[in-house]
């Protein structure tokens, strides 16, 4: 079975949000947690500003998973990285081990205690095929079990944020790298 990927074109990427805001509208993310970001390096100097959209990379030998002492982790067939938030216990490796820094922990309290992490889905739900309420509220939608693209790639308008298998990422990255130029 082929390995679904996220890939972020930086050319194309104009710090517009809307990956961001459609993915926590879509969830209904609770404030201050955010399982997509744009970041921009060199902002304000003319000429050097690069955007991109960033979440968790659902890595073939993930971090997270081998790091996290209760196992909340796991690899789907697909190559989706999901979690089990009632398997979590907030201790926070998972954040430190993650280069892209996808794992969030929702603060509550005077003294910002963590409660379960919470990360990027690319929109497949939770551990459970069931769909149910519960399952939406824990994870959010499940837009690849209805064939579509995760939200934010959906709502992409330069199309620069590409899903899906990673052969078919790599062959669309490919073209508009040899197309640079041409009016590609």
Known sequence: MSRM???CDDHRCIECFACSVACAEAHELPTGISRRKVITLHDGVEGKEVSTSIACMHCTDAPCEQ???????YIREDGIVLHDKNKCIGCGYCLY????????FP?????GAKGAMDKCTMCAGGPLET??????HLYGQNRIAEG??????AVCSTNALL?????SVSNIYRKRVA??????
């Open 5 to 7: 990927k996220f890939y």
């Open 67 to 73: 790091v996290c002492p209760v196992d909340c982790f």
């Open 97 to 104: 081990a993650c280069p892209f820094g996808a794992p969030q």
């Open 107 to 111: 603060r509550d309290g005077a003294f």
């Open 131 to 136: 769909n149910s309420e519960k399952e939406r």
């Open 148 to 153: 579509k693209v995760p939200m934010c790639a």
């Open 163 to 167: 899903v899906g298998d990673a052969e």
């Open 179 to 184: 197309g640079r130029g041409k009016g590609a």
